[in-house]
């Protein structure tokens, strides 16, 4: 029988433990507190932003989000960003993504005071995450990590393949798994002959952003297929996987919705309480 990794029920659970730090914090007189950059309007990022704040209002975090438009100048994204670094009060800072072209992804979050960087990509907290000494981790790669441990599923010396390269989901997960000792792969749109690669994986991650990407020739029987992908098909949410083909040839698979999506707003809050609890050394 095909187990179904439920992110949305394990994203509770896991709440609940976040919910008792939170607490604990706030009887010290420490009040989480963080920000949500949005520049332009993306329809996708203004619902994400949404998901954000009925969480962090959930658990009692304190949130501020800046509305920019999409004319925001360099300057003035930076001003906004060091003032927030500045002041105090604030524990974590997101900037979210994708901005608009006229801005450098890559320069706007190195903007980032990397103790405040929640999503822990500025380029300190990248390099730290590949050395091993990171104490944020981009939030989808730690919650997909969290999940795997949480359903006893075993890393160490396992095959897993990531389709897709991106600096917030592929790469991080890349160096989390190395982490736990698993043999990593990284596939992406040159890799020629996808399959014979995505067929030795023990555990198969897909971040591309193409409905029915991934389809049952490209599984090895009793894998462990995690869906990252995020796509709406006549106004329906689905992942890359053709699941209905790919579910029953395997052990266990996330759902979307409810796998990845709830878990990665988890623990994006869950980054902000370290951070927090980081800066006042607790
Ligand atoms: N700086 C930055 N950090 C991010 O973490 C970040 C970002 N930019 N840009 C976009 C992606 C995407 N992302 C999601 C968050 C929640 C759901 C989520 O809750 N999904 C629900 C469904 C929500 C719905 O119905 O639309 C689910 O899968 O069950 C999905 C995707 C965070 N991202």
């Given at each position: 029988m095909t187990e179904l990794l439920n992110g949305k029920e394990f994203a509770k659970f896991h709440g609940q433990h976040l919910q008792a730090e939170i607490d604990q914090l706030k009887e010290k007189g420490i009040f989480p507190h963080f920000c949500v950059i949005n520049i332009g309007d993306d329809p996708a990022s203004a619902v994400y932003v949404r998901t954000k704040k009925r969480k962090a209002e959930k658990l009692g975090i304190q949130q501020d989000i800046f509305q920019l438009p999409s004319s925001t100048t360099e300057a003035e994204v930076f001003a906004l960003i060091d003032r927030l670094n500045q002041d105090?009060?604030?524990n974590g800072i997101m900037v979210q993504l994708?901005?608009?072209?006229?801005?450098?992804p890559e320069k706007v979050l190195d903007r980032i005071d990397p103790e405040k960087d929640v999503d822990g990509l500025t380029s300190t907290n990248v390099g730290r995450l590949w050395q091993g000494?990171?104490?944020?981790?981009p939030a989808t790669a730690a919650g997909i990590i969290a999940l795997l441990k949480h359903y006893g599923v075993?890393?160490?010396?396992k095959n897993c393949v990531i389709i897709g390269r991106s600096n917030i989901v592929g790469k991080p997960l890349a160096a989390l798994m190395l982490e736990e000792n698993a043999t990593v792969s990284i596939l992406h749109s040159?890799?020629?002959?996808?399959a014979r690669l995505t067929k030795t994986a023990d555990i198969l991650v897909s971040a591309?952003?193409?409905?029915?990407?991934?389809?049952?020739?490209?599984i090895k029987p009793g894998a462990v297929v995690i869906d990252v992908g995020i796509n709406r098909v006549d106004g329906k949410l689905v992942g890359d996987v053709a699941f209905d083909e790919v579910s029953p040839l395997v052990k266990m698979i996330t759902p979307?919705?409810?796998?990845i999506g709830p878990i990665t707003v988890e623990f994006l809050m869950e980054g902000v309480i370290k951070l927090t609890r980081r800066q006042y050394g607790r």
């Open positions: 105090p009060e604030i994708p901005m608009p072209k006229h801005l450098d000494s990171h104490f944020v981790e075993e890393l160490t010396g040159k890799t020629q002959n996808l591309v952003g193409q409905a029915g990407f991934v389809t049952k020739d490209m979307v919705p409810g796998g």
